[in-house]
């Protein structure tokens, strides 16, 4: 069967990752998440002092990206059956999931220079196709020529609950779960929801050809079932 490329852009949250990594593992594609890569940027950022309260040290974050000094990986992990993200050899799938990098990491995304080189990064994955990648702009900027290309939505509300349950389910210590706040998830959402959709590089945006998957009201299983019904249409044409 011929291979393709599959893009599946939309707001944070809405489920994304999991509908992309779902369809890759049952027609055998790699997946790749670019907000993962986007996600060890940042945390690279705040490891470096680059990223105060005051703001991005721009040219200092520049420097190390030009000299080479930012890599980013991802091995598959057969346990969690889903690749982690690992930043200069380090694993950093977990850290790159804290409230403190997805309060920052929309600002580091907006910067041409980042989206330059994890653009190309990404185009380079995709070279022998067969691949799943989901982000905001794979199927505008990243690959606008990819054959299946969906565009995923739900409300704010509804993403930050979802937000809200991951992190909840993945706090260790009662500690870790009363400091979670529902209301300051739903800022989060709504800010990286603006942050997102109005830079100037890439912004997210709906591809004209893209079909669109309002998801608020479908389980997971229905979202599967529904991806991989279109992948089929698309790769039987
Ligand atoms: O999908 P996510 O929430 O892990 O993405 C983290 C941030 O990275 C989000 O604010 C948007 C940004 N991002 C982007 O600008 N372009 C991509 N292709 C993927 C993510």
């Not at 000299?67 to 991802?74: E, L, P, R």
């Not at 070279?127 to 990819?146: C, H, L, S, W, Y």
Request: charged share 30%.
């Amino acid at each position: 069967m011929k291979k393709i490329i599959i893009a599946i852009d939309g707001h944070s949250s809405c489920g994304k990752s999991t509908m992309a990594k779902q369809l890759a593992k049952e027609i055998g594609y790699v997946y790749v998440d670019t907000g993962a890569m986007y996600r060890a940027v940042t945390l690279y950022a705040m490891r470096h002092g680059f990223y105060p309260d005051e703001g991005i040290k721009e040219a200092e974050l520049k420097a190390a990206i030009d000299a080479g000094n930012i890599q980013i990986s991802f091995k598959f992990n057969p346990e969690t059956g889903r690749p982690d993200t690992y930043l200069n050899g380090e694993k950093v799938e977990d850290e790159i999931r804290q409230m403190d990098v997805s309060n920052r990491v929309s600002p580091i995304a907006a910067l041409p220079f980042v989206r330059a080189l994890l653009t190309e990064q990404q185009q380079a994955m995709g070279k022998e196709k067969g691949i799943v990648m989901d982000g905001r702009d794979i199927g505008t900027a990243v690959f606008p020529q990819a054959e299946m290309k969906v565009f995923v939505t739900a409300t704010a509300r509804v993403r930050a609950q979802r937000r809200f349950d991951e992190l909840m389910g993945k706090a260790k210590t009662q500690e870790e779960k009363d400091a979670l706040n529902f209301e300051e998830i739903l800022k989060n959402v709504e800010e990286r929801d603006y942050i997102d959709s109005h830079r100037e590089v890439a912004p997210l945006r709906q591809a004209e050809d893209a079909i669109v998957l309002d998801n608020s009201e479908l389980t997971r299983e229905e979202q599967s079932a529904w991806l991989l019904e279109r992948y089929k249409e698309i790769v039987q044409c």
